[in-house]
């Protein structure tokens, strides 16, 4: 039992040891030449365009459900006057981002796993190596400056429909002012709401790739290792995207 | 790095080659000598590390110990960008292509061209028409995705890309399995033709006999991690040693033991 337990923790150590590893040598090959701006380019593309309608649907529906739900529950106590703030502090500093993230996990974290990790089992990332190209600078490196950059776009739009979301159900059916609410949500937000928000972001996006492509780079094992490596990303990233917005809630606004 | 060739030194050079994953030993002592100029066949049955052999030359897999020389380089000592120079004169033919799905053809072709930043990407697209028809591809093919392309095709690609920088040694891993005879001897075909026309020095490891007697000017047997013959690739069919002789006559019973379960 305790052998069992010690060699859960001690892969565990490992795993994130050579996690680190692994990004910091994604990192160290952003300030060193050559930089693959086609890759990044792409990597842009699929992450911050192609995943746009999933994020847009997701806030609006979230801002609507959020808007419906903090009515019902401040009218318990006669507060609905509310909704607005509540809508806006909540989709700006944790939803937005959050759910963002969450999505763009199991789109891209998935995508990228699967693609790297078929390099892998295809013999591509040694051919890679022969062709005097390094894999971690063609693959890895553009990736994870993509996620950072991609991402917090995304959550900007993710807040503006979110907020939309809480507006129509607010004034349609819940008989806000369209006025009044607009004044409530402009008025309560405050630039560190969306900021820090934004930092989420920017942290998810680089956790998201950096799981893609760790996972798709060590896959063995033909089509069940990609298979695995895509499931591993995703659970991968959706759990440290959590674990990561307590911590980061923590350093902005715990006092 | 010294650069001058040596009349007496090979121009490649593995010494006591040893490699394990896990428990299992797959090179166990490999010693073998290339000579500059000569295209070097190596046979051995499925997973008698053959593939491994290249991958630990080529410095894809770290070896667990032994010596490799290329041009009287320790290549296993070299600092990270010695060895990329050492590798950009090494083109390699994998045995399933290996081209990038995400690009057309013509820029799997000029792709080390491209990334090495000797041509741009308008003459890298013209260059890969030459290289295509080097090995009689069509240029309207370098349009094309690899997923679009035949067996033959994708493995008549990845020729074009190995011998796009103009490199001076080459190594082919199974260069014909999976395709059908006709088409393996156009491959074998056009080997020769690129090794003879480059004039470099060329291993190619292969388990199958008309190919390794086409290819080779001189061939060597891996069996058990170890090199147990080595001569002319003209004498495969009648080297006397009985391992050899069992495995290119694909004969069931001799020194080499098939491990089956009944």
Redesign the interface.
């Known amino acids: 039992m305790l052998a069992l337990l010690g060699r859960g923790v001690i892969g565990a150590v490992r795993g994130a040891g050579q996690l680190t590893l692994f990004a910091l040598d994604g990192l160290s090959h952003l300030v060193r030449p050559?930089f693959y701006w086609r890759m990044f380019a792409r990597a842009l593309l699929e992450i911050g365009y192609f995943s746009l309608p999933v994020v847009a649907l997701t806030a609006i529906f979230t801002g609507m459900v959020l808007a419906l739900q903090s009515y019902l529950g401040f009218a318990r106590f006669s507060a609905q006057s509310a909704t607005a703030n509540v809508v806006v502090l909540s989709i700006t500093r944790e939803l937005g981002p959050v759910l963002a993230g969450l999505m763009v996990a199991g789109r891209i974290g998935a995508a990228m796993a699967a693609?790297i990790g078929?390099?892998r089992v295809?013999?591509?990332i040694?051919?890679l190596?022969?062709?005097?190209?390094n894999p971690m600078k063609?693959l890895v490196a553009p990736r994870l400056l993509a996620g950072v950059i991609a991402l917090p776009a995304l959550v900007i739009i993710a807040d503006i429909l979110g907020v939309m979301g809480g507006f129509i159900v607010s004034v349609l059916k819940l008989d806000f002012g369209p006025a009044t609410y607009l004044a409530n949500t402009i008025h309560f937000m405050q630039t560190m709401d969306v900021v820090s928000g934004l930092v989420k972001a920017a942290v998810f996006g680089f956790l998201i790739a950096l799981m893609g492509c760790f996972q798709g780079y060590h896959s063995r094992g033909g089509a069940q290792g990609v298979g695995s490596a895509t499931t591993a990303a995703v659970v991968g990233a959706s759990i440290l995207i959590l674990a990561f917005d307590y911590g980061l809630t923590e350093l902005f606004f715990a006092r | 790095m010294n650069d001058r060739p040596s009349p007496d030194r090979p121009k490649i050079r593995v010494r006591g080659l040893r490699k394990s994953f896990g428990p299992k030993l797959v090179l166990d002592g490999v010693d073998l000598d290339v000579a500059a100029g000569s295209s070097m066949v190596v046979i051995g049955g499925s997973g008698s590390g053959k593939s491994v052999l290249l991958k630990c030359i080529l410095g894809l897999i770290p070896p667990d110990a032994g010596e490799i020389e290329i041009d009287g380089h320790d290549v296993l000592r070299l600092s990270a960008p010695e060895r990329d120079r050492l590798r950009a004169g090494i083109g390699m033919l994998f045995q399933n292509g290996a081209l990038f799905d995400s690009l057309p053809v013509w820029e799997n072709v000029v792709f080390a061209l491209l990334a090495q930043r000797r041509v741009s990407r308008r003459e890298g697209q013209k260059r890969a028409g030459d290289f295509l028809a080097q090995v009689g591809l069509a240029p309207t093919v370098g349009d094309l995705y690899p997923a679009e392309l035949s067996g033959g095709m994708q493995k008549r690609v990845a020729l074009a890309r190995a011998i796009a920088a103009r490199p001076d040694i080459m190594f082919f891993d199974e260069p014909t399995t999976g395709l059908d005879p006709i088409m393996g001897a156009v491959i074998d075909g056009l080997i020769v033709d690129v090794v003879r026309r480059l004039g470099g020095t060329a291993i190619a490891i292969t388990h199958d006999m008309a190919s390794a007697r086409r290819i080779g000017d001189a061939a060597a047997m891996l069996h058990g991690g170890r090199i147990i013959w080595t001569g002319l690739a003209a004498d495969l069919m009648h080297s006397g040693n009985p391992a050899v002789d069992q495995f290119t006559h694909g004969r069931r019973e001799g020194p080499i033991q098939m491990e089956l379960r009944r």
């Open positions: 050559p693609e078929t390099m295809t013999d591509q040694d051919a190596t022969t062709l005097s190209t063609y």
